[in-house]
């Protein structure tokens, strides 16, 4: 591929900068107006703040829509859905949950509180309690629709294209960084992994359907952890239970990620760029 004329990538470069600029100040003007609604004792505050993302998204990327469209436009072709990359997508969103939760457990197994510490739980206790279905609604519309959308457009989309003439495994590395310091700090580091998956399968399907399904079940699954899932458990020292615990959760995570790598490839996905 013929390297960029430097105007071409001060054009890029430009472009690049005006999204992540409309994405930071859509989050910031979110934040402030999940703050009015708390104030104002207003439930499902961060829900609801969101919605405000994507009109503010539209509003300020107008001219890149209209120049830039296509971009995405190419990549969501019908023609490119199907069954077999709906059910590997589904499966890799599993596989990506799993791989998070296991390195959950295998970090709070490893630092276990050193003191004793009254009322705490040596025994894991878990149950399952949704609330209303309109808090529900709203939280999947959110998580599961929205934000895989708007991030998966603008990452995986633009972002991708425009950084690939750079090399690929450039692309890949920038925009899994660039996605991961959007979210908060406890998040940045499996952000930053889900973002090279979720990049080298749409560069190996040549496709933003696959990125979009795996990030809504992703999502989804978080939305059931946040809402529906709910667990007690806080060993005060290290035991063999515990770690015998961290040890399955390990070997869970690794099995996960193996998966994980496998379902990410193109023959797997049963696609290819130039299908």
Same mark, same amino acid.
């Given at each position: 591929m013929p390297p960029e004329s430097p105007l071409a990538n001060n054009r890029t470069g430009s472009l690049i900068s005006l999204v992540l600029l409309a994405e930071v100040c859509?989050?910031?003007?979110?934040?402030?107006?999940?703050? @009015?609604?708390?104030?104002?004792?207003?439930?499902?505050?961060?829900?609801?703040?969101?919605?405000?993302?994507?009109?503010?998204?539209?509003?300020?990327?107008?001219?890149?829509?209209?120049?830039?469209? @296509?971009?995405?436009? @190419?990549?969501?072709?019908?023609?490119?859905?199907?069954?077999?990359?709906i059910g590997t997508s589904i499966l890799l969103g599993i596989a990506l949950r799993v791989t998070y939760w296991s390195g959950m457990l295998v970090a709070a197994t490893a630092s276990l509180p050193k003191a004793a510490v009254e009322h705490l739980n040596e025994t894991a206790h878990i149950w399952f309690s949704c609330p209303g279905t309109s808090t529900l609604a709203l939280h999947f519309l959110v998580l599961a629709l929205l934000t895989p959308l708007i991030e998966e457009a603008i990452f995986r989309g633009w972002l991708l294209h425009w950084l690939s003439p750079h090399g690929?495994?450039?692309?890949?590395?920038?925009?899994?960084?660039?996605?991961?310091?959007?979210?908060?700090?406890?998040?940045?580091?499996?952000?930053?992994?889900?973002?090279?998956?979720a990049a080298v399968y749409v560069l190996n399907t040549g496709s933003l359907w696959g990125a979009l399904i795996v990030h809504a079940t992703f999502n989804s699954l978080i939305a059931l952890d946040w809402l529906c899932m709910h667990y007690v458990w806080q060993p005060t020292t290290q035991t063999p239970a515990t770690l015998l615990t961290g040890i399955a959760a390990l070997s869970i995570g690794i099995l996960a990620l193996l998966a994980s790598i496998l379902l990410v490839r193109s023959k797997v996905a049963g696609h290819a760029p130039d299908d």
């Open positions: 859509a989050l910031c003007l979110r934040s402030w107006l999940q703050g @009015q609604f708390e104030s104002n004792g207003i439930s499902n505050s961060k829900d609801l703040s969101y919605l405000i993302v994507l009109p503010i998204l539209l509003f300020v990327l107008a001219p890149v829509l209209r120049d830039h469209g @296509q971009v995405i436009l @190419q990549k969501l072709r019908p023609k490119d859905l199907s069954l077999r990359i690929r495994w450039v692309a890949i590395v920038a925009t899994a960084t660039l996605f991961a310091l959007l979210h908060v700090w406890q998040s940045i580091p499996f952000a930053f992994v889900f973002g090279l998956f």
